[in-house]
């Protein structure tokens, strides 16, 4: 296969020179070689972060509590959905999911997920059951 100019593996017949050997300088010595490792080992060791006051302050951030009740939201869109539902249908899960409004054919299983996630979260359900309270009073003043 020689002859024919082949080779089963190229890497072994026409071998590259790997990165560590070409940037080697090639005027020194073994020995002196080893010396300027060792020296640039240790400025490599003695590089200090300079500002630790962020990795401080992160870490501090980090250590908070957090409630996750207070992180999750549900977008605009969503929480009128589930209004819109609740109104209409209570609990009935599958009659939500027959409604024409329902545009991303959810299951009622989906729909009863979303809808529960909704009353978890107590700043967006609370407005909703106010706004519902004052809708009852004003209909029975009148």
Do not use: W
Not at 8 to 22: A, G, L, R, W
Not at 69 to 75: E, G, P, Q, V
Not at 108 to 135: G, W
Request: aromatic share 6%.
């Amino acid at each position: 296969m020689k002859d024919m100019g082949l080779s089963y593996d190229p890497n072994e017949s026409v071998p590259m020179p790997k990165t560590k050997d070409v940037m080697k300088p090639k005027h020194l010595k073994e020995s002196e070689q080893m010396d300027v490792d060792n020296q640039q080992m240790r400025k490599k060791k003695k590089t200090d972060p300079t500002k630790l006051h962020v990795v401080e302050e992160l870490e501090d951030i980090s250590k908070l509590p957090t409630n996750p009740k207070n992180t999750i939201r549900l977008s605009v869109p969503v929480v009128q959905r589930c209004v819109y539902m609740l109104d209409k249908y209570g609990e009935d899960y599958k009659a939500m999911a027959r409604d024409k409004k329902n545009y991303y054919q959810e299951t009622p299983k989906q729909i009863r997920q979303t809808i529960n996630l909704f009353k978890k979260i107590p700043s967006q359900y609370d407005e909703y059951l106010k706004s519902k309270e004052s809708n009852k009073e004003e209909s029975m003043e009148t």
